[in-house]
């Protein structure tokens, strides 16, 4: 896929750290969170019929923007979702892209849920994660007493507002959210660097 300036309509999107590959993999634009070409990708999918599957799956997604219509900036976090909701997508690439609803307490039932991608995706989309490099502060799978690995995901909201890092492994799902309570922005604090090694 092409990691370049590219215009879609009226929306450009920038690259984290305003610089460009060109031509990359998939898997390199996934694990390096290359901004041009996760929204190529929406864009070929379409935000609505995406945003639909989140409902579908009984996930709440805030959209910013002025109709209340999902546009491409959702690709790249341009709404809201909370810790919760987003915890529980990533349980569902754990779980083969059938999304359950979490509970809040135990042995609560919570009714709903449905599959947002199929098996053979989520599997595609696991081994990409588990394969991404490990945080710098982070724990390399083979210095651990069990090694086994982990599919990770990082973000950073615009501003530096949130950083959040969510991983799992087949059998625990976890997310961390670094921000400040007030949103107010934490320059220099962002996903990989704050969040992920937590």
Known sequence: IN??????????????????????????AL??????????????????RFAA?????????????????????????????????????????????RVRPLSRRARETVPGGGRVMSRMAAWYLTRILESAPPPDAGVAAQATRRPHPIA??????????????VGYDGGYTVGIWVGRADGTPSPGQYGRKTAAPI
Not at 33 to 39: E, K, R, Y
Not at 60 to 83: C, H, M, Q
Not at 152 to 165: E, H, L, P
């Open 53 to 97: 599957r989140l409902k579908q799956a009984g996930v709440k997604y805030l959209y910013e923007t002025d109709d209340g219509r999902p546009g491409l900036a959702i690709a790249l976090g341009g709404g809201g979702i909370s810790l919760f909701d987003l915890v529980t997508l990533y349980r569902g690439l754990a779980s083969g892209g």
């Open 31 to 48: 694990q390096q969170s290359l901004n041009v070409p996760a929204v190529a990708v929406l864009d070929g999918v379409g935000a609505a």
């Open 152 to 165: 990770y995901k990082t973000g950073t909201s615009y501003g530096f507002r949130d950083a959040w890092a």
């Open 3 to 28: 990691d370049a300036p590219t215009r879609f309509g009226g929306y450009q999107p920038e690259n984290f750290l305003r610089v460009y590959h060109g031509e990359v993999s998939i898997e390199t």
